[in-house]
């Protein structure tokens, strides 16, 4: 598609379950990122991969939260054990550098009941 | 970190009404994004500022860029109703990935 595709765009589960969480980034697009939204708040930073680099974690808030990026392309964003404050709208973005304009997905929202 | 204080955090105007929304970074910035944000939806790129004193302008929207680069402003003129929404800046620093504040929440009463 033309744009940065995620999903699912819903998703409620019980705590303790694990999530799987999914961006298809737009195609030649080297970066990605990984923001999550709380109900109210701005965007808090998790996870960003460049190219072949090692990815920038210093955003995930603990150990249950994970991501990888396959063939530099589609990335998962897998939390485990779920919490009920893990509840928030997971924002993937991508682009064709670091820096520059960066192309949002729709969100996955999280409920965590 | 990267810390970006944005002002105010919510703002109603009437419609017509001009209107300036700040973020101030505690570093220098290298690269400064604004983004809007429908409710519901994803983010929308508005502009890009990296020089010092630079401005720009979309349609009616100017975004500024202090000299020392540690200040940006957005202002809209005459405000409609499709201007409101969630405003969002972004810094970008060569380490870290691009962050954001916390928001302005624009409301624009008819």
Same mark, same amino acid.
């Given at each position: 598609?033309?744009?940065?595709?995620?999903?699912?765009?819903?998703?409620?589960?019980?705590?303790?379950?694990?999530?799987?969480?999914?961006?298809?980034?737009?195609?030649?697009?080297?970066?990605?990122y990984w923001y999550r939204q709380s109900l109210g708040q701005g965007l808090e930073f998790l996870i960003y991969?460049?190219?072949?680099?090692?990815?920038?974690?210093?955003g995930?808030p #603990?150990?249950?939260?994970?991501? %990888?990026?396959?063939?530099?392309?589609? +990335?998962? !964003? @897998?939390?485990?054990?779920?919490?009920?404050?893990?509840?928030a709208v997971y924002l993937c973005a991508? #682009?064709?550098?670091?820096?520059? %304009?960066l192309?949002f997905g729709?969100g +996955?929202? !999280? @409920?965590?009941? | 970190s990267q810390?970006l204080?944005q002002?105010?955090?919510?703002?109603?105007?009437?419609?017509?009404?001009?209107?300036?929304?700040?973020c101030?970074?505690?570093?220098?910035?290298?690269?400064?994004y604004w983004y809007k944000q429908?409710?519901?939806?994803g983010l929308i790129f508005?502009?890009?500022?990296?020089?010092?004193?630079?401005?720009?302008?979309?349609?009616?929207?100017?975004?500024?860029?202090?000299?020392?680069?540690?200040?940006?402003?957005?202002?809209?003129?005459?405000?409609?109703?499709?201007?409101?929404?969630i405003y969002l800046c972004g810094a970008d620093?060569?380490?870290d990935g691009l962050t954001f504040g916390k928001g302005t929440?624009?409301?624009?009463?008819?």
């Amino acid at each position: 598609g033309a744009g940065v595709s995620q999903s699912p765009s819903n998703k409620v589960t019980e705590k303790g379950k694990d999530v799987e969480l999914r961006c298809d980034p737009i195609s030649g697009h080297t970066a990605l990122y990984w923001y999550r939204q709380s109900l109210g708040q701005g965007l808090e930073f998790l996870i960003y991969f460049q190219g072949n680099s090692a990815p920038d974690k210093s955003g995930l808030p #603990s150990d249950r939260f994970s991501a %990888e990026r396959t063939g530099g392309s589609v +990335s998962t !964003l @897998t939390i485990q054990r779920t919490q009920q404050e893990d509840s928030a709208v997971y924002l993937c973005a991508s #682009s064709w550098t670091r820096t520059g %304009e960066l192309f949002f997905g729709e969100g +996955s929202r !999280l @409920t965590v009941l | 970190s990267q810390e970006l204080e944005q002002s105010p955090q919510s703002l109603i105007v009437q419609e017509g009404k001009n209107l300036t929304i700040n973020c101030t970074s505690s570093k220098t910035l290298y690269g400064l994004y604004w983004y809007k944000q429908k409710y519901g939806e994803g983010l929308i790129f508005l502009m890009m500022l990296q020089k010092g004193g630079e401005e720009k302008s979309h349609e009616k929207i100017t975004a500024k860029l202090d000299e020392k680069k540690q200040q940006s402003s957005l202002h809209i003129t005459a405000s409609q109703p499709s201007h409101a929404g969630i405003y969002l800046c972004g810094a970008d620093k060569p380490s870290d990935g691009l962050t954001f504040g916390k928001g302005t929440h624009l409301i624009i009463q008819p």
